[in-house]
Structure formats: C-alpha cells, structure tokens
T-cell receptor, first 114, second 116 residues
Framework: DTGVSQDPRHKITKRGQNVTFRCDPISEHNRLYWYRQTLGQGPEFLTYFQNEAQLEKSRLLSDRFSAERPKGSFSTLEIQRTEQGDSAMYLC????????????FGEGSWLTVV | AQSVSQHNHHVILSEAASLELGCNYSYGGTVNLFWYVQYPGQHLQLLLKYFSGDPLVKGIKGFEAEFIKSKFSFNLRKPSVQWSDTAEYFCAVTGASSGSARQLTFGSGTQLTVLP
C-alpha cells in the first residue's frame, strides 16, 4: 500500500496522559498536514509541514499539542496532558505542495480520552 | 478567513433518485474546490475537484459538480444514486494563488443514506 499510513488506528488513554500519533505520508510528497475531526463535523486544520519546516499552525493547536517532521518524511503529533475534549479522529494528509495538488488522506487515528 | 457551508446535514434517498448536495464557500480570492467522500470505516477519498476551466467537472462513480462563481457555490450532483453511495460527503476549498493558504477548509459534511 502506497497511501498515507497512520499509527495507531485507535488509542484509548486516561485523562492527563500523553499520546503520540505517527504519520507516514506518500513517499514523494513534501507537504504533510494534520487535521482533527469530531463526530458530525468536517475535518479541521491543525498544522502543516513543507519538508521538515512547520509552516502554519491553527489556533486549535494549543500548547499541549506539538508536531514534528524531523527528516521531512514521517511526522508525529503529540498531545500532552490529554483532556476529554481531545477525543477525536486525528487525520494526516499529504501532497506534492504545488498549488492545487490533491491532498490525500490517511485512515486516521481515533483517540478516546476517558 | 475562508469557510464552507453545507446546508443539508442528512439526506435520505431511494435508489435511482437524483442527488444534489449544496455547498457554498466564502473566500476572498481564486479558489480550488473539492468534494471528498468518506464511506463507513474508510478514509476520505477525493470524488472530484475544480481548479479552472470548464465549471462543470466530472468525477468518479458518476458524480459531477458545477462551480457557479457568482453564487460562490459548488453543488454536487448525481442523476441516479445507488445503495453503495451511502456515505458522508464533504465539500472543501483552498486558495489557488501562490501566496494563499494551502490547507483545505471543509464543510461540516452531509450524510447520504440511500435506501435499497
């Protein structure tokens, strides 16, 4: 499979714990995006990278959230001191970065904070 | 700031009925427009996209959408739906110029249920 892959697919954690999600984009794609999706809503943009540089962060990305893409390939999204409101699907996506190029999504990582 | 409105939250149709899902966007510039579909348990998949040119675009599985610039709309249509079209449909927009935001802004989605 050469699509965007995410791990883990499901995570249940206790409030206050830290969690980390990993995303492996399509190999030739230099842009990588993180979105969050809650039930009944469309995906909301969190942040994106061009190669290893984090170029934009949404106001939704509180200081408990941090994302990295150290070598311009895979990316991690860490949530510290999780809260119940963090329960959502975290989606990763990638594209080649030129204007209008289609963004391809992974299957997402479900987070449940109990 | 850009935004997308999808007016229908849940649409229920019988097989062979025609479909039209509304999408309106707000953006201060040239746009690229997309429709994504999310089948139960699966990831978001691109149905079709508009970048420029013919405002009537055709996508996969018999879907099409029409960009009406004066109405800031990009409605999705299919002349005859099938049970397998049951899914959630998302309209999305991004800026088209070199200095514009690259990330997609999504609508809240429309759940389509097709009854056999």
């Amino acid at each position: 499979d050469t699509g965007v892959s995410q791990d883990p697919r499901h995570k249940i954690t206790k409030r206050g714990q830290n969690v980390t999600f990993r995303c492996d984009p399509i190999s030739e794609h230099n842009r990588l995006y993180w979105y969050r999706q809650t039930l009944g809503q469309g995906p909301e943009f969190l942040t994106y990278f061009q190669n290893e540089a984090q170029l934009e962060k949404s106001r939704l990305l509180s200081d408990r959230f941090s994302a990295e893409r150290p070598k311009g390939s895979f990316s991690t999204l860490e949530i510290q001191r999780t809260e119940q409101g963090d329960s959502a699907m975290y989606l990763c996506a990638s594209n080649e970065g030129a204007a209008g190029n289609t963004i391809y999504f992974g299957e997402g990582s479900w987070l449940t904070v109990v | 700031a850009q935004s997308v409105s999808q007016h229908n939250h849940h649409v229920i149709l019988s097989e062979a009925a025609s479909l039209e899902l509304g999408c309106n966007y707000s953006y201060g510039g040239t746009v690229n427009l997309f429709w994504y579909v999310q089948y139960p348990g699966q990831h978001l998949q691109l149905l079709l996209k508009y970048f420029s040119g013919d405002p009537l675009v055709k996508g996969i599985k018999g879907f099409e959408a029409e960009f009406i610039k004066s109405k800031f709309s990009f409605n999705l249509r299919k002349p005859s739906v099938q049970w397998s079209d049951t899914a959630e449909y998302f309209c999305a927009v991004t800026g088209a110029s070199s200095g514009s935001a690259r990330q997609l802004t999504f609508g809240s989605g429309t759940q389509l249920t097709v009854l056999p």
